[in-house]
């Protein structure tokens, strides 16, 4: 089983920020390295940063309710950043960053990606989002974004030029002959000369291969294009379900995508979001989650919600149910939303502060407890292993890492200590090999833009 | 007196990583850390990075004797995370980076140093590059790059739009009041709205106003437009000089332009380039210096040299002088080069070694010998303090910390202990009110592109 922390760099979940033992040192290094060393402590195999680039305003077209409540993206700092003070502090664990491929460029992503890795010996992992928000977009020169077809088609040659860049330097083409002298034998630093649609590139890359070949490439897409994407490039995937039975048809879809593609099922791990709530006895667990769940600002959630699913929910009577929508945002989340919404019959008040207080999975109990409703899961052909939010930062990876991890490690189910020396090898994936990504490429030429 | 090490994340001077003592760990984070633990034992105001976006290939057209000899640029990693993990180990330390106005966004850069001030507590600086060589514009989906005209324009509208993100959140802006709940104070966050030639901007950076208003502000410029940049901008202006006379001319003419803006001349701090050579007499240090510029390989040098000037070296004759030339390039750098080469008649072979293994200022011998060298530079009015270069990485900072500081101690012209809780209170510089950077940008609208 493989254990990811879903880390904020800002207020956690709706509500989260409001819990008593919630400590706001968000803005400070010390904050994210003393997760680091619980998380390691813990033998997580890595922590992961979610991004947003801009103060959503989804809610009513204004950044109020975001603000006001600290919701989702009120506040966030630049993960890679955060990534690498965490690294600072810790040896093994893998340090995962989101970054989207719409509004940056391959040259600098390629290299941001490839100085973690070697700064943190093989540790470096890579969220893709190609970002679905229009104020993103107004921060980038844009009045709109670009559709969702086209912001697939830039992310796939965006990792293309990226695995490009990563290659262009051979394993061994740094030679460091002080004699010679020989720097780096230039016969095997390659420009890359990409043309693309999107991209004209000509490397090589200022900084040798990365000691994993290429990071550890992550993506949750729950759409069709987005799980194809996923299925095509991620060695992890992570995900969100409300139910055992749903997680486990995403588990079987994307790995026969995956063998579609002509990759090993195995080589792809499939990571569902959690966030459970643990506690001495089951008694504490739930005045614990119900505590949370009083503290989730109704708007707050809704304005969370609103960001997920792309459609500004003030245009709704808060006091009756959310009608069937258009969503151009999250599918997944809203699917989950309808389930929810018609299986308990929420106002959209009341839908908000559910969303925001949601439990995935319900993993509400004691370690014992938990451990039980993951082996499930795990051993039912739901996941490869969890995403773990933390219902509030830092205490809930506190309390996972000191009373959950124990109990799976009793039960044979996770490592007691790291099997090996990178992020890859403790996932138990391959270093990847110079061109594999040119194979994994769509074919036909994309569509002009 | 103030002291910045100008570090690089990579093999440094022409030659330097051929020397006995040069440790080869420039991929990996301890190798940094251990210079800034040394940096701050010295009490130096920051490290600065450098930085290039291609491995240049003005030699010659061709990447190959740049990766051969282990010259400028070579490999380079991102100077923003290796700085990020300096800041892991140390508390006092300024940490300046440098990003580049024409191949990247106002939002990422300005969010970026936001958040490396954050996690420092007020340590972040950025040097204010504009790039100008075409193998970076050929790395960011450009033929050829912009004229220079043409960067200058961007990266005087890049750095108001920079200022007006960091000025978005008031100072008090974030409450965290968790009863009411108030989060933050909506009416504090401000959309920036900018619209110019260059950008189209929304705002809010969904980051709080760093703990220094701004960050620190460096820039390097030799040309008549840079100057000019520098002198609206900058709170650091590093700078190059062969001679005393040089460097007293660059600075009375700085401080005069400052002063035209309307600045207080006292807050722009002119550092200028030396790479002392340090030993415990002078015979030793000059030993050591000979066999430093032995190290150099002469096309290593002239590989460099042909990248500051942004010419191809590689046509004319090796065993004859360097004829005038046209130099779109540092200008700076070639006026030095044309005093060396006249003074001494040195053919471009000989000039190569010469550029690459060169001590601006000439300050080789005891501790005692550069410190007499740094005071007549300082009390003389040729500048504010030092960019130290260390003529090999990491063992020059150490000699230098362990040699020269403290003579620069004894004779009061350096601190003892850090003074200030920030880079800029260290710097001596006041802390950046909001709307200051609104009244530096050039008043009449920037020209169509």
Redesign the interface.
């Known amino acids: 089983m493989h254990l990811a922390a879903f880390v904020t760099a800002?207020?956690g979940r709706p509500g989260g920020?409001?819990y008593?033992d919630?400590v706001?040192g968000w803005?400070?290094?010390e904050y994210y390295?003393n997760i680091a060393r619980t998380l390691e402590d813990g033998r997580f195999d890595l922590a992961f940063f979610a991004d947003?680039?801009?103060?959503p305003d989804r809610f009513g077209s204004?950044?109020?309710s975001q603000?006001?409540?600290?919701a989702l993206?009120?506040?966030?700092?630049?993960p890679?950043?955060?990534l690498?003070?965490m690294?600072?502090?810790t040896k093994h664990l893998g340090l995962a960053a989101t970054v989207s491929t719409t509004?940056?460029?391959p040259?600098?992503v390629a290299?941001?990606f490839?100085?973690?890795d070697?700064?943190?010996?093989g540790r470096a992992a890579w969220n893709v989002v190609t970002s679905f928000q229009e104020?993103e977009a107004?921060?980038?020169?844009?009045?709109e974004q670009f559709p969702r077809e086209k912001r697939y088609e830039r992310a796939d040659e965006f990792l293309e030029v990226a695995g490009k860049l990563w290659d262009s330097w051979e394993d061994d083409a740094?030679v460091?002959d002080?004699q010679a002298?020989?720097?780096?034998?230039?016969s095997k630093?390659h420009?890359i000369d990409h043309k693309g649609e999107w991209?004209?590139?000509?490397?090589?890359l200022?900084?040798?291969r990365p000691p994993q070949g290429y990071p550890v490439v992550i993506q949750a897409g729950a759409s069709a294009k987005g799980k194809d994407f996923a299925a095509r490039w991620s060695d992890v995937i992570f995900c969100s379900h409300a139910s055992l039975e749903s997680a486990q048809d995403f588990y079987r879809e994307i790995k026969e995508r995956a063998a579609a593609h002509g990759r090993d099922p195995r080589q792809v791990k499939i990571l569902p979001s959690i966030a459970p709530v643990v506690g001495p006895t089951t008694e504490v667990a739930r005045q614990t989650a119900d505590l949370l769940f009083d503290?989730v600002?109704p708007l707050?959630g809704l304005s969370t919600l609103a960001y997920h699913l792309d459609v500004d929910l003030s245009t709704f009577p808060l006091d009756e149910r959310l009608p069937d929508v258009e969503v151009p945002g999250v599918e997944g989340h809203y699917r989950e939303v309808r389930e929810i919404t018609e299986r308990e019959g929420l106002t959209l008040r009341e839908l908000g502060k559910q969303y925001g207080g949601r439990v995935e999975g319900g993993f509400v109990g004691t370690g014992a407890d938990v451990a039980d409703g993951l082996e499930q899961w795990f051993t039912e052909g739901a996941c490869d292993g969890f995403m773990v939010q933390a219902p509030y930062q830092p205490g809930g990876f506190e309390d996972f890492t000191r009373q959950v991890v124990p109990e799976l490690q009793k039960r044979g189910l996770f490592r007691t200590e790291y099997e090996g020396a990178t992020l890859r090898e403790n996932l138990g994936l391959h270093r990847s090999e110079a061109g594999e990504w040119s194979n994994r490429a769509p074919k036909q030429p994309s569509a002009a833009k």
């Open positions: 800002g207020p920020w409001r008593p919630s706001p803005l400070g290094a390295q947003i680039l801009s103060v204004s950044t109020d603000l006001r409540n600290g993206g009120s506040l966030r700092l630049d890679l950043h955060v690498t003070s690294g600072a502090v509004y940056a460029q040259f600098t290299r941001s490839a100085t973690l070697h700064l943190t010996a104020s107004r921060n980038f020169n844009r009045d740094l460091l002080a002298p020989l720097f780096a034998e230039p630093v420009a991209f004209t590139v000509q490397g090589p200022n900084v040798p503290l600002p707050g």
